[in-house]
């Protein structure tokens, strides 16, 4: 039933939810509905009464008639009945289509006719159907179910891990963290990050293969030492078993997983740098925006040039990448009269708690790939420009941001304290509703866009935007950096 | 016998296949039994004769291939049978980490007992198998006499109506059989239906009430025990094919039909057996294959 599940798309959105599983029930639906035929027509050569005797036992005379019978077979003829007359539905919509007595307007585009829908419609239903008789058996286990018995077999699974001695496996690769420091050498900027991917890295190969290994081996080596006899001859259900089983199974991993992580927590913490840490121990909260692409054919400033752009239609191909991690070529150095392709990032769900701080701290991650040799050791240069939703694009907002996104730029640590007072008029100018302290520190140079070495992957922004956002200009040279994050406001 | 029916079986059949569906081995050829309340049924037969697969079928182990099994009226793959049962199996197999106290504590869960009649009953049973001593030790290190006892215990854990014992005995010194052959009748005075197998003539012989002797699947004889064991001179041959001559004069015809195709001839009362069984050709030796009137006329000697 999984097998559907998509893992290469864009982050599920609510509104989407219900198409997704409508799709979701379609598919697994169909794979019910095929398993079931395949059982009905076992059970008829091997089983007496056939599947429903196989599944619910033959019916007793002496015991009132159960629902689940009657409703397991409802739900088998209602799916295959769903699933013919949604055939026979598209069918007719294919037949209707293709007749000439149908006027057709190619130039129109059409959306999915009524049959198509209605059949869509009743083949959801059918899977539903298909779906609900396969995990019948399930549901009616559910009904019967003593929790004093399953927790009991997950107990029992708990103290047989502990006692033979499994968990000394976990102990045993705890080893090497003891040498960790040995292979994993990590700046001061992403020591905290490195370490808790390194971190992360070990805990799940580890938890996942361990935990598949004990539950695989579990009940398997109940009946290969016969253990299970004296179980299920009481009044055990198989299905009450095997939950007992993988509830015990859970809560030995989670207290694994608790264990490792407070021993993994007091390594990063312990390990980590305390410039590091002052730099990285802050909770971020990821804003993704909806992203689309601009070409700008002339100058910047020149609004008439900018024109949107599709994703098909951009010229670099960097092969299959999910939907929102876009790319966009840089320039051409060498022809710098090329157009230039710009991502556009929209947040129109900003916090707006932030709106009452008076700094908003911004960080962003991307990927950089260079197609070409280009000239060695020569970092790779991007801008990033953010506009609050005061700017106008169509009006000369775009001229002024240029502009004064020029003077910041220009600015200079200043040797003297004229030099100060001037840039500190400049910034004025530039940013008349800028704060006492953002003027200060832009005239002392310190909000100048930092030149960060090449292994950097952020940069600060504390310059003012002319709009009056406080977050602002950044300019960044990263060579390695990995994580995709879009900038937030 | 006019209890209560506690054990019915119709043609109980089970066949053992290959992976290609092939017949490997007919472990239990239509087996009719019925197991009254109250009394201690042994199941007799040599190695492999069918009477754990019988058990098996009982308890819901195994599903047959042909025929009908019922268990207090109930199918015997319904599991809110097994509420009514104890069952211990040949070995016991036990979770061997867990201690006495433990292992009579999960098995208590499994039949949803409140904690403190677990405890009250746990502790009740620990002391009746004689292990309170041992009870904090972990069942690896226990003896197999020990493990046997504690087996029982838990068999005994729901103070079942119905207690199914393979081979209960088995790896228990002189004395400890002694024990639970007691045990066995303790059970029977306090009304619970005991189903035992053995293939040791003398452990049922001791106890049960009525025995069922299997052969290779076949219900061989069914009945009272002190009616089966007084045949003991019996012989009784199966062959097909014989034409009886001077030298086979001694030979009766016993029965004859079309379920156990193949005569089987007794020797004519009074008359003397030769010593040699090669004199029948084709004969083997075997057991009476299911309870007939033919069993009153058996010869004596």
Redo the contacts between chains.
């Keep these: 039933m999984f097998a559907t599940l998509n893992l290469e798309r864009d982050p599920l959105k609510l509104a989407e939810v219900p198409r997704e599983l409508g799709s979701w029930v379609q598919d697994a639906g169909g794979f019910c509905l095929v398993l079931l035929l395949v059982m009905m027509i076992w059970a008829r050569a091997r089983w007496p009464g056939g599947l429903s005797n196989w599944l619910w036992?033959?019916p007793d005379p002496?015991r009132p008639r159960s629902w689940a019978p009657a409703l397991f077979k409802l739900c088998l003829v209602a799916a295959v009945v769903g699933y013919v007359v949604a055939g026979l539905m598209r069918l007719l919509d294919h037949i209707l289509s293709e007749s000439p007595d149908v006027p057709t307007a190619p130039s129109v585009a059409k959306g999915p006719t009524v049959l198509v829908r209605g059949s869509g419609w009743v083949l959801t239903f059918a899977a539903a159907c298909a779906l609900l008789a396969v995990c019948l058996p399930f549901f009616v286990s559910l009904l019967s179910l003593?929790w004093?018995?399953i927790?009991?077999?997950a107990?029992?699974s708990f103290?047989?891990a502990v006692?033979?001695k499994v968990l000394w496996v976990f102990a045993s690769v705890l080893l090497i963290f003891l040498f960790l420091s040995w292979f994993v050498p990590a700046k001061r900027e992403n020591q905290l990050q490195t370490y808790v991917t390194v971190v992360f890295l070990y805990l799940t190969p580890v938890l996942l293969v361990s935990s598949a290994l004990i539950a695989a081996f579990g009940i398997p080596t109940d009946i290969k030492?016969?253990?299970i006899?004296?179980?299920?001859?009481?009044?055990?259900?198989r299905f009450e078993l095997v939950l007992g089983r993988f509830l015990g199974y859970t809560l030995l991993m989670s207290a694994v997983l608790l264990v490792l992580t407070t021993l993994c927590l007091g390594y990063v913490l312990r390990g980590i740098n305390p410039d590091a840490a002052a730099e990285s121990l802050k909770a971020r909260d990821p804003l993704y925006g909806e992203l689309h692409f601009q070409k700008i054919a002339g100058a910047y400033t020149d609004r008439e040039a900018i024109e949107e752009v599709k994703r098909e239609d951009r010229e670099l191909n960097v092969g299959r990448e999910w939907d929102y991690h876009k790319y966009v070529p840089g320039v051409n150095l060498e022809k710098e009269t090329g157009p230039i392709l710009q991502a556009v990032w929209h947040f129109d769900e900003v916090p707006g708690v932030l709106a009452r701080r008076p700094r908003v701290r911004c960080e962003y991650k991307f990927d950089i790939y260079r197609q070409t040799k280009g000239k060695e050791g020569e970092a790779v240069r991007c801008s990033f420009f953010l506009h609050t939703r005061y700017f106008n694009p169509a009006g000369n907002d775009r001229t002024d941001y240029y502009n004064a996104r020029k003077t910041l730029l220009n600015l200079q640590r200043p040797g003297d304290d004229p030099q100060r007072r001037a840039q500190a008029k400049e910034v004025i100018k530039v940013l008349p509703g800028a704060s006492d302290e953002a003027v200060s520190r832009l005239s002392a140079g310190e909000g100048k866009p930092n030149e960060i070495d090449g292994s950097s992957t952020t940069t600060r922004c504390t310059s003012t935007c002319p709009a009056g956002c406080s977050a602002t200009l950044g300019m960044v040279r990263p060579a390695g950096a990995r994580h995709r994050r879009a900038p937030r406001c | 016998m006019g209890g209560q029916v506690v054990i019915e079986t119709r043609k109980l059949t089970k066949v053992y296949r290959d992976f290609w569906g092939r017949q490997k081995k007919v472990a239990l050829n239509a087996l009719n039994l019925e197991i009254y309340q109250g009394e201690v049924f042994g199941l007799l037969g040599p190695n492999g004769s069918g009477k754990t697969t019988t058990i098996k079928l009982l308890?819901?182990?195994l599903f047959p291939t042909d025929g009908d099994a019922f268990v207090f009226?109930k199918?015997a793959?319904?599991?809110?049978k097994?509420?009514r049962?104890g069952?211990l199996?040949e070995?016991s197999?036990?979770?061997r980490?867990?201690n006495a106290e433990?292992t009579l504590?999960?098995?208590g869960?499994?039949?949803?007992?409140p904690a403190d009649q677990r405890n009250q009953r746990a502790q009740q049973l620990i002391e009746t198998v004689g292990l309170k001593r041992d009870r904090k030790r972990?069942l690896k290190e226990y003896s197999k006499g020990m493990r046997q006892r504690i087996?029982l215990a838990?068999a005994l854990i729901?103070d079942p109506e119905l207690v199914i014992l393979d081979e209960p005995t088995s790896g228990l010194d002189p004395l400890g059989a002694r024990w639970m052959k007691d045990l066995i009748i303790e059970l029977r005075k306090n009304n619970k239906t005991v189903i035992m197998c053995s293939h040791r003539l003398e452990d049922v012989q001791d106890v049960c009430d009525r025995i069922a002797i299997l052969n290779e699947g076949q219900l061989q004889a069914l009945g009272k025990v002190s009616t089966l064991l007084e045949d003991i001179n019996r012989l009784e041959l199966h062959a097909s094919g014989v034409q009886l001559n001077e030298e086979l004069r001694f030979l009766r015809i016993v029965e004859e039909s079309k379920a156990h195709p193949g005569r089987r001839y007794l020797p004519e009362r009074d008359a003397v057996v030769p010593g040699d069984r090669a004199a029948a050709p084709a004969a083997r030796d075997g057991d009476k294959a299911e309870a007939s009137p033919h069993i009153k006329e058996l010869p004596k000697k």
């Design positions: 036992g033959a002496e003593r004093r018995r927790w009991g077999i107990r029992l103290k047989e006692r033979r030492q016969q253990t006899h004296t179980v299920v001859t009481k009044p055990v259900e | 308890l819901g182990l009226g199918p793959a319904d599991v809110k097994n509420e049962i069952y199996p070995e197999y036990l979770y980490f867990l433990e504590d999960f098995y869960r499994l039949f949803d007992m972990v087996g838990q729901n």
